[in-house]
């Protein structure tokens, strides 16, 4: 058994957790190491129930970690564990890092420059244009932009990168074959081609209240900084701010309007010492040292840069003539498919060609 395969079999046990599995490598050299071990030894270990210790036995025994592996590689699927130098610095910084994630898509060194970007998942027009327009923004001068694939902010900010060409990670409260939220699974496959879905569950685990707490810890922890575009004064994104914070993080939030409460949380961050920011300028400003080339370009004036239209852009602004148009009707006339009408549309959004109105209606600018 790989070193791999034999830490997949302990991070399938039941309750163990990092910290534990952290501490029987440590006690026996390595996680193959471990699951020959005898009940009594493993007893020997702090923190390792009688219960744990016959777990670790059966889901040994049972070769859970091979059909595992099994199911993730037949979805294209790798395991990035601890050990790999692309697993990010900063994640190993906390103290209950995962050992091991599950991936569909790919790792770069260059993603351990990456800001997260989170907010409610019941967001506003506002938030979400918001969270599109500091997403592309931000992808265009180089950072990853790490989220958590959640209806709301979370979609639009991925949605923002793509439509930048930029890389993009998306950390799910589940496994990688229990997708949440499944109207996002399109959205989720056209991440992992520019960049990467992640789980720390196992690949059938279904989603529950518990687990997006977990996932938040990594959004937090991987990322250099964390920005929350929108987020009510319940909002989940509040958790990942307090713990980006806790991880010596610069937290940036967008302001909302005073007498909404899909705003409260972010006014109130801001309240608290988050760093008030209208535009993707002001967070690359404080980030231009990691990126002088990429700053440098950015200051050229919008004018001088050339914008290259692709075909099936132009063919959307074809389409809109001079009125206001449906995305369905977008669809019919231009034979597009309706993920590549929606790609089109939000990257034409971004270059101020065309509009959005409410109703998921468009009009050329």
């Known amino acids: 058994m790989t070193e791999d395969t034999a830490l997949l079999t302990l991070h399938l046990v039941p309750n163990l957790g990092p910290i534990r599995i952290r501490r029987l490598k440590e006690h026996f050299g390595s996680a193959n190491a471990v699951l020959p071990a005898s009940l009594a030894e493993l007893r020997r270990v702090q923190g390792i129930s009688q219960e744990m210790a ?13 059909r595992e592996q099994t199911k993730l590689e037949c979805a294209g699927g790798w395991l990035l564990t601890e050990e790999n130098p692309l697993y990010p610095e900063s994640l190993r910084q906390l103290h209950n890092a995962p050992v091991l994630l599950q991936v569909l898509g790919t790792i770069l060194d260059a993603d351990r420059h990456a800001i997260g970007i989170v907010g409610s998942r019941q967001s506003t027009f506002y938030g979400s244009e918001c969270a599109k327009r500091f997403s592309y923004r931000l992808a265009s001068a180089g950072l990853t932009i790490i989220s958590g694939l959640a209806r709301g902010i979370d979609t639009a900010a991925h949605q923002g990168a793509l439509a930048a060409k930029g890389r993009t990670i998306a950390v799910i409260g589940s496994g990688l074959g229990q997708l949440y939220p499944p109207e996002n699974s399109i959205l989720a496959e056209r991440i992992a081609q520019h960049g990467a879905v992640i789980s720390e569950f196992p690949y059938d685990y279904p989603p529950n209240p518990q687990t997006f707490p977990y996932r938040n810890r990594i959004v937090a922890g991987w990322s250099a900084d964390l ?6 004064s319940k909002s989940g994104a509040l958790i990942t701010a ?69 075909p099936e852009e132009h063919l959307l602004l074809e389409a809109l003539g001079t009125g206001e148009k449906a995305v369905d009707d977008l669809v019919d006339l231009t034979g597009l498919s309706a993920s590549k009408v929606s790609s089109a549309l939000l990257s034409l959004e971004m270059k101020h060609r065309v509009r959005p109105l409410p109703g998921q209606w468009y009009i050329r600018t």
């Open 242 to 310: 307090n713990l980006a914070l806790e991880q010596g993080r610069q937290v940036y939030a967008i302001p909302g309007p005073i007498d909404r409460d899909a705003s409260a949380g972010t006014n109130r961050l801001i309240q608290q010492g988050a760093k008030l920011v209208s535009c993707a300028e002001d967070i690359l400003d404080e980030l231009q040292q990691l990126f002088p080339t990429r700053r440098n370009e950015a200051q050229v004036p919008q004018e001088q840069i050339p914008v290259k239209i692709p």
């Open 227 to 232: 920005l929350v575009v929108e987020a009510g």
């Open 54 to 66: 016959v777990g670790i036995r059966i889901t040994t025994e049972a070769n859970s970690a091979e």
